[in-house]
């Protein structure tokens, strides 16, 4: 693979959207589905008119953790648990960032309340600043009673329903931040795109809060990508192989489907690095939010539809669309590159 530049691109601070827009499909949507035609604005409502008889619509139902853990020491002081990762299947044991870190000495035992039972044994300090910890009571209980929602970094306003920051078909708990594509999406949506003979399945990709980490890097192939646990069912699959055309909610989903197809592993951890010649095999299109510059994210969306994503973000921003996690969304169609495969519907 060619060596890849970082792509960058001047975002205004007024252009991102610090809450999110009610209902949830009144987003704006920048229809880039065919690369030959002009752009169309239009809203995430309209989806189910762009989408057809023999089209798989495939969504991240990964479920998002109240991730931000507010624990106390033994002394009674208060501590911070933000999870970044849970570590394999082992439910118990993640990597996180803690404060105050240099008080929290390997060994220490952190509790839900001051003078309770142990919830949460901080652990070795490894690289980045992150340590382990451990779960010494139930995980999904200490999670769901001590944790908030932790946001991308750049929004700054309080979320007052939570609600808002997890997709309406949300299943299986595991990531610690959300699939913001999926955020537009309604279940009338959905069952208008049914309705017209597109068949919606899910993957599960817990994503962790990595995936805002910039790269900081010159050339991409410098940047250390993180991992993520991937799983795809047997349906989903076999539905994609049989599809006319494979429209993924959001790059979580194309790093799935493109990681099983890659090493024909349907469940597993990722460490897949899409970017500059990239060749996908099952992703023929892309619902997908506007992402920061110098993200990996974005670097998966120039290799999808090339450099038109640059007059695509201009476009966007001299209209007025709201940018990041909260903001609007764009649909894309994927470039041909000489001598790519076919993809699973061919």
Known sequence: ??????????????????????PRDSA?????????AAVAHRHVRDLPELLGEGDVLVVNSSRVVPARLRLFKATGGAAEVLLLEQEGDDRRSWTALVRPGRRLAPGTVLTAAPGTAGAVEVGERLDGGQRRVRFLADPVHVIETSGTVALP????????????????????????AAPTAGLHLTDEVLDRCRA???EVHAVDLAIGLATFKPVVADRAEEHAIHRERYRVPVETWEACRTARRVVAVGTTTVRALETAAATGTMEGSSDLF?????????????LTNFHLPRSTLLLMLEAFCGPRWRRLYETALAAGYRFLSFGDAMIVGRRSLPGERAGPGA
């Open 1 to 22: 693979m060619r060596a890849v530049e970082v792509p960058e691109y001047e975002l205004p601070d007024e252009a991102i959207a610090q809450l999110p827009l009610e």
């Open 28 to 36: 704006r949507l920048l229809d880039a589905t065919d690369p030959g």
């Open 153 to 176: 970094p750049y929004i700054r306003a309080p979320l007052q329903d939570p609600g808002r920051y997890q997709t309406v078909y949300a299943d299986r708990p595991g990531s610690v």
């Open 196 to 198: 017209r003979g597109v």
């Open 274 to 286: 899409i970017r500059g010649d990239f060749r996908f095999a099952v992703v023929d299109v892309l």
